[in-house]
């Protein structure tokens, strides 16, 4: 495909917050080795900032955090923490032993939050974010403030609150679509303002943070490229808090797919996207639904004669990424009666499935005799056999 773009790319640093927004996802809630596996997956997919948990919610958290800190090898591991002094304190201790670690810490600048939950004056807000983000500062070198409820801030306040948080050292501003309300239009407008009136905004990156409520959270992290972010917050799978957060795999595609017409690169080696998908979707017990961008079953499936006889003659007639970008290989393995432990081992890799010996024998026996009995054996078979043996192994 043509590339009019390329070679005059800025670079937007990707930040996965799934082990944090996205377990706040109700019924999402992930156990230690599940996280760990997880964030390894993302540092070695180019992930750059892995939001790891938010430390001081419980013990579970900070020990999580802290050993992804430990573990990874290129990411930058984050923490989140509330505009509270012990918020910050248990943060930094979190991320401490990371070769790179940010505290990313947050909060309300709206006046239906400042009225409504903080009981805060503005005045009183602005000095919060000048104590907090300063502490934050002297525990690390990377500090994230974001403005939570940020598009339904008066923006002359936002910019008040901006200043305050680069003044006192924050090297990332984050500006979130926490309910999911904007439209594109005033979500890169916004970026744009700000930037514009700031005066010492050149000496922080901007980064996007949106929510899924009018299902606009793709269209409108791109828009705030295009008013000058460099950060994108996302999750594998869309998942987070209510309609879920900007789905990493789909921001990252849709960067590579149209760099015809947009000016942005990522380090992210999208080959390994649907096995995040499926590695993220087994530990937060949370499906993809079949027709989801990118990593829905569907995603790369032909259905009417019309475009079946298309993708015969040429697979561009009706693809606009390849399945190979995303980590699909079209040659799949057909599973049945007849195949044994080797090609069965190597399905369960490729859904992101991983079983102790003693589980994987168990339902290599279930998944034999379900073979006898049906003469196709899907995945979502597969993937439901493993699925009843790990319930029953939890009981
Ligand atoms: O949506 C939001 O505002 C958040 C903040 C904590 C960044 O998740
Ligand atoms: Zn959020």
């Given at each position: 495909m043509t590339n009019s773009m390329q070679g005059s790319k800025d670079r937007v640093v990707i930040f996965d917050t799934t082990l944090r927004d996205g377990e706040q996802?109700?019924?999402?809630t992930m156990t230690f080795d599940e996280k760990l596996a997880v964030a390894e997956t993302l540092d070695a997919m180019g992930v750059?900032?892995?939001?790891?948990?938010?430390?001081?919610?419980s013990n579970g958290d900070f020990e999580a955090v802290s050993e992804i800190a430990r573990r990874a090898k290129r990411a930058t591991i984050a923490g989140l923490a509330r505009a509270i002094p012990a918020d910050i304190a248990r943060a930094g201790e979190a991320v401490r032993h990371a070769q790179r670690g940010r505290i990313h810490t947050f909060v309300s600048t709206s006046e239906i939050h400042l009225t409504?939950?903080?009981?805060?004056?503005q005045d009183e807000v602005v000095e919060i974010i000048l104590k907090t983000v300063a502490q934050a500062r002297d525990l690390v070198e990377d500090v994230e403030w974001s403005a939570m409820d940020a598009t339904r801030t008066d923006i002359d306040y936002l910019c008040r609150c901006v200043e305050a948080a680069i003044r006192s050292g924050a090297t990332t501003i984050n500006l979130p679509d926490t309910v999911g309300y904007a439209t594109p239009q005033e979500y890169g407008a916004m970026f744009r303002s700000v930037r514009e009136r700031?005066?010492?905004?050149?000496k922080a990156v901007f980064s996007v943070h949106c929510h899924n409520d009018l299902g606009l959270a793709v269209a409108n992290s791109l828009a705030g490229l295009d008013g000058g972010a460099r950060q994108i917050e996302c999750t594998i799978n869309g998942?987070?808090?209510?309609?879920?957060?900007?789905a990493l795999e789909e921001v990252v595609m849709a960067i590579r797919t149209r760099s015809d017409v947009m000016p942005y690169e990522t380090g992210?080696?999208?080959?390994?996207l649907t096995r995040a998908s499926k590695l993220v979707s087994h530990a937060a017990n949370f499906p993809v639904q079949?027709?989801?961008?990118?990593?829905?079953?569907?995603?790369f499936a032909h259905e009417s004669g019309i475009h079946q006889d298309g993708m015969l003659k040429h697979s561009e007639t009706y693809e606009i990424m390849t399945p190979a970008s995303v980590g699909?290989?079209?040659?799949?393995l057909v599973m049945?009666?007849?195949?044994g432990r080797a090609a069965f081992r190597s399905k369960l890799t490729e859904l992101g499935i991983s079983l102790s010996d003693n589980q994987f024998q168990d339902v290599f026996e279930r998944f034999k005799d379900l073979a006898d009995r049906k003469k196709n054996v899907y995945d979502e078979d597969i993937e439901a056999l493993v699925d009843e043996k790990l319930a029953t192994a939890h009981d």
């Open positions: 996802s109700p019924g999402a750059d900032i892995i939001e790891a948990g938010f430390p001081i919610a409504h939950q903080m009981r805060k004056t700031v005066p010492n905004s050149d998942i987070g808090e209510r309609a879920g957060n900007a992210i080696d999208t080959t390994m079949y027709n989801k961008a990118i990593v829905g079953r569907n995603a699909l290989t079209k040659t799949s049945g009666k007849h195949s």
